[in-house]
């Protein structure tokens, strides 16, 4: 779940809606779905559904060799706009 956590905003910040300053998890719903095995890359893909002034909704897969392992949905607080 902390690589779920870590993804997030990696994602966020790859559709360049989360650049400077702290935010924070607001919430964060898992579904394992399926067995992942170890040694074997795992595959984060992150979506943007919509982004309001303070708030970023995201979902995603984590994939291990084209099969799900676990789905994901989230809520991230934007930083607050510097003073």
Do not use: W, Y
């Amino acid at each position: 779940m902390a690589f779920i956590d870590c993804a997030l905003f990696a994602g966020a910040h790859g559709c360049g809606v989360l650049t400077v300053g702290t935010a924070q998890t607001i919430d964060c719903n898992v579904q394992f779905v399926g067995p992942g095995r170890p040694g074997t890359p795992l595959d984060a893909e992150v979506e943007l559904l919509r982004e309001t002034g303070r708030m970023l909704f995201l979902r995603g897969l984590l994939v291990q060799d084209d099969t799900t392992v676990a789905a994901f949905s989230a809520t991230i607080r934007k930083p607050s706009p510097p003073k």
